[in-house]
């Protein structure tokens, strides 16, 4: 009965090629989230949805595209991958996009670009 | 715009000893701040949060925080720390997008928490 689940949980792969990340969450959530976590721990906002419509991207290069089929669906899409994108992807999700809502985490892909 | 500052990235406390871990904020509205755990290799769990009612919040875990105003201060306290309590620990405001319309969390760099036996 997992909350909000992504997969894969590891990803390696090398520059330049093209990866997805999926993320679903079974909370009946409104709005998902994408944060990136560098190697120093920063967690950073990187796009958020509500009801499928984009409302949040944090200046983000183009080579990432978020895409949510649904609204418990929210997937990355990262082309041309580059050494600096190693990090570790969450998704969240939360009731809405209200101040005072909770986030709830996913477990994290780490991706490694080799 | 909205930011976190957490005093010390690590801080080490001995079993059965004060947890205090230091988390400072600036918002240009009434901001909502949160505290989240990450155990290694796992994603964000929240402890607990604060949304304008009691400034004396207690979370999991016996976790509490204080949210003070005129210091513009939310630290996190637990009288007696646990082994099972090691863990990077988060303080995040959540206040509007440019645009005012959208929410976003901006979280603080994190404070690793070490309880040695």
């Known amino acids: 009965d997992t909350a909000v689940s992504q997969t894969p949980k590891y990803l390696v792969t090398q520059m330049g090629n093209d990866k997805s990340i999926k993320c679903e969450q079974n909370l009946g959530h409104d709005t998902m989230y994408w944060y990136k976590q560098d190697s120093k721990k920063f967690l950073k906002i990187m796009f958020s949805y509500n009801n499928k419509e984009l409302i949040i991207n944090e200046t983000v290069p183009n080579r990432f595209s978020p895409k949510s089929p649904d609204k418990a669906h929210l997937n990355l899409h990262i082309n041309s991958l580059e050494l600096g994108d190693s990090a570790v992807y969450f998704c969240?999700?939360?009731?809405?996009?209200?101040?005072?809502?909770?986030?709830?985490f996913g477990p994290g892909t780490r991706l490694t670009v080799l | 715009a909205q930011s976190v500052t957490q005093l010390g990235s690590h801080v080490s406390v001995s079993e059965g000893a004060l947890v205090l871990l230091r988390c400072n904020y600036s918002s240009s509205v009434p901001p909502y701040l949160f505290w989240y755990v990450q155990y290694p290799n796992q994603g964000l769990q929240l402890l607990l949060k604060y949304t304008s009612a009691a400034t004396l919040v207690k979370g999991i875990n016996g976790f509490e925080a204080e949210f003070k105003k005129s210091e513009t201060s939310f630290h996190l306290t637990k009288p007696s720390a646990h082994m099972s309590d090691a863990a990077e620990y988060f303080c995040?405001?959540?206040?509007?997008?440019?645009?005012?319309?959208?929410?976003?969390?901006?979280f603080g760099k994190g404070t690793l928490l070490t309880v040695n036996p």
């Open positions: 969240a999700s939360s009731t809405r996009d209200r101040s005072a809502d909770t986030q709830y």
């Open positions: 995040a405001v959540s206040a509007p997008n440019s645009g005012g319309s959208n929410y976003k969390l901006t």
